[in-house]
């Protein structure tokens, strides 16, 4: 279950905890395409992977319950924004971390709260800062999550 898996207390992606997954290097965070579906899961399948957790009414009903979980699905936010601070590649044009973002964002307002949603937006666009203008429409495209 998913829940088990936000909480910390079994492995996803790779026999992998959620704690490992934030000790990744940045340059394995880019290179792989699981992690981010397994931190920042949807109810939607992922068109970029085959092994990206798909989420059951039951289970998000299991995670907005779950203080732990939310409060992982916080840290996993952090530490995604650490990820974009020290990698600035993404503020280009057709960048797939730009769907990562769009991704987090839908996740957190789905699972934590609107709140948190709009707070992680907020703070990729203060981190974007002047480099807003080389993504009008992905930046447009979030704020519409």
């Keep these: ?12 992606p790779k026999d992998s905890t959620l704690a490992d997954l934030w000790a990744m290097a940045d340059k394995e965070i880019e290179q792989d395409h699981d992690t981010l579906q397994w931190i920042f899961p949807l109810r939607t399948p992922s068109e970029h992977s085959l092994l990206a957790p798909v989420l059951e009414p039951g289970e998000i009903d299991d995670i907005r319950a779950s203080v732990r979980a939310k409060k992982n699905l916080v840290k996993s936010a952090h530490w995604f924004l650490g990820f974009l601070q020290r990698n600035r590649y993404w503020t280009k044009p057709k960048d797939h971390n730009q769907k990562r973002i769009g991704r987090a964002i839908e996740c957190l307002k789905l699972l934590v709260s609107d709140e948190e949603a709009d707070n992680f937006r907020n703070s990729v666009l203060e981190i974007l800062g002047d480099d807003v203008a080389n993504i009008p429409g992905v930046v447009a495209f979030w704020k519409k999550i």
């Design 1 to 12: 279950m998913m829940v088990w898996f936000l909480e910390g207390k079994i492995e996803g």
